[in-house]
């Protein structure tokens, strides 16, 4: 099957912290119960250490993208930082940061958030500037995640994964004869912003003594569900419509591009809960086996960073083989979807 | 780096509408003498601000940003379900996460639309985020895109710092952008960035190097700091060489420019820099004097008022140009339009 598109993905680089902690190790230090593990799926998340921050990871993955495309960063004309849930210091310039690390002189550089769904978004970002800008010559996606003990419970904060710390990195490029953005496409519903959220630390709510004092600094989407989803039936109907909206999403596009599950060989999607991949997957015909899950169990949800990693490492594992099809879905809290084609 | 886009895409675009909020009170700075060691003289003989706007305690960011859209999408007569994206461009989002842009459009009622955030530094984002917007339009993936730029800083200022205190207003901004007839609006833009700039604004504590503690309460590190004395450097030859940018990839002469709309820093370095370009100052637009700096707010600000006053006219051309912390600046050239120049 031949597409048009001649952008693509020329490189790609992760970075994955040293040190890795076992959900049987967490268990029993975070009382976590044996339906809520089985669930999950996940058995270990990688933990960056205290020096280890943000950009420090957004910048190793670069490093590590931008030797394996044989480019110079001269050559670098966009850097896209995405970094959904907390940088080092809550207003600076990261993404200029990274590019002054990495050394990267004539381009220009700024962050998007869309939450988990941030790097799908900053993919199709660049897909389309590579597409509309004759000068632009290669772009760099970067993302990276640190889910702080300070501000997260990683374990046990939210009901729908585990989260660890990464970053992934990808250069977009014209004239690539592999890993081709066939197409992508992305939903919002604002109606869900209420659900999860930090509830001081912004304009709505600036930091005082009493907001430190009842740590409302802290991400607990648990807590914060509450009030919106309090029935097991609330949560349910939620939950199918998280995976619902990916499943329309997709289907539209398979539709206009005449395509069929069946000639999609594997899904990379988002690193959620095996319960929530399975369910992906079942809709779309596919066995577990076909989707990216195995990455989620090594690693748990990398926020906005997961489909570039997983992407690298089903590339290095040879789960995909070039000619695939592969689609990458993934959702972010506020709440948004995302889904995309690539020909590996 | 430097694109020419008119005639080059799919589709123009032009910006239909502007919308506008600003904070309710003022503070002169007379005010300021009262609470810190300034004088009125002091400040205004140094950036030519009288006095700033500041919004209403309970209000957030996105309160201000809805007020602006809903102003743009009634001056442009598009109902909120035409609108196929909105961008919300901020340093100051209403929580460390969500998207702010989710909220802005559940309450916006944009039923159809997807929508991100956009994080470049505050000051540099008005043209950033238009030129983002255009993008979507220039592509054919949007008809309508609704672009809201604001920011609060008066939360996060040291009211008694007077370093800092005196700088910036509270506001809002919206460009609503549409498909523009061939050989209309946008004609040009320059966007860059220099990653040495990335810690001239920075709030030190509430993030993942520092966590908020009712210690750095106490030190006032959760307040905005900025190394005013960096950026003002930077800021007038970058000014400058915005203009010539698109001055030369359209190949018109400053003597053809209608009115240039710089970013509402300094009315000082905007004259340093009126004196370099040998721009007469009548063909800039200031009004720094009644709001100070509003950040992200402070192009469309500007732009809207000139519109109002008349100083905008159709088959005029205009250029905007955003430069700030980070160091980023950016710039554009745009034919204006009439409304018959709008596709349908």
Redesign the interface.
Known sequence: MKFVSDIGIKALGIHEPVSAISINDARIRENINEEVINYMGIKEVHVACKDE??CDMAVSAAQKAIESARISPDQI?I?IYTN??????????????????LG?K??????????CN?QL?ALD?AR??L??????RNVLVVSSE?W?Y??INRFISAGSCFYGDGASAAIISKGISERKIIDMD?????????L????T????H????NS?DNQL?R?EPRITCKQHLDTREAKDRFWRLIIDNNIKLLDRMLEKHKLGYCDIKKLITYNMSKKVVKSISERTGKDLSETSFYIAEQYGHIGSTDICFNLYKMIQDEMVQPGDLVAVISA?????WGVGIIQI | ?T?LTMN??KYNVGIMSTGVYVGERIITNEDLEKISDTTDKWIYDHTGIRERRIADEN????DMLIRAGKMALEQGGIHPEQIDLVIVAT?????????????????LG?KN?????????SCPSSV?ALI?GA??I??G?CKHVLVLMGD?IS??INWNDRNSNYFFGDAAGAYLLGQAAYGKGLVAYH????????????????????????ES?DQRL?C?KINGKKVKEFAVPTLCSAVNEVLQATGIKLEDVGLIIPHQANLRLIEEAARILECPFDKIYVNIEKYGNTGAASVPLALHEAIKSNKVKQGQRIILVSFG????W?SACIEWCAAEDFLK
């Not at chain 1, 004539?106 to 939450?115: E, G, L, M, R, T």
């Not at chain 1, 992305?186 to 209420?194: E, V």
């Open positions: 921050h943000p004309d850097v959904t849930f907390l940088p080092e210091y809550p207003m600076w310039a990261d993404y200029s940061h990274i590019q002054d690390r990267i004539n381009a220009y550089s700024f962050k998007i958030n869309q939450s941030s978004l970002y389309s500037k597409y509309m800008d004759s000068g632009i640190r702080d300070n501000y992305f939903y919002t519903d604002g109606s869900y912003a209420g999860h959220y930090i509830p630390g912004g304009t709505k600036a930091p005082d003594y430190i600094y991400f972010g809290f506020g709440f948004s | 780096m694109f080059q895409n209000m957030a960011t996105s340093l100051t989002p209403d929580n460390i996460d969500p998207a702010t842009s989710a909220l802005v459009q559940a309450k944009l639309a997807f929508s991100f955030d956009m994080n470049v530094g950033y983002t993008q979507f220039m592509n993936q609060m939360k996060l966007l860059g960035t220099d990653g040495t700039g990335y810690e001239s604004i920075n709030i030190h504590s509430g993030g993942s190097r520092n966590p908020c503690t009712h309460l959760n905005v912390a980070g160091y980023q950016g």
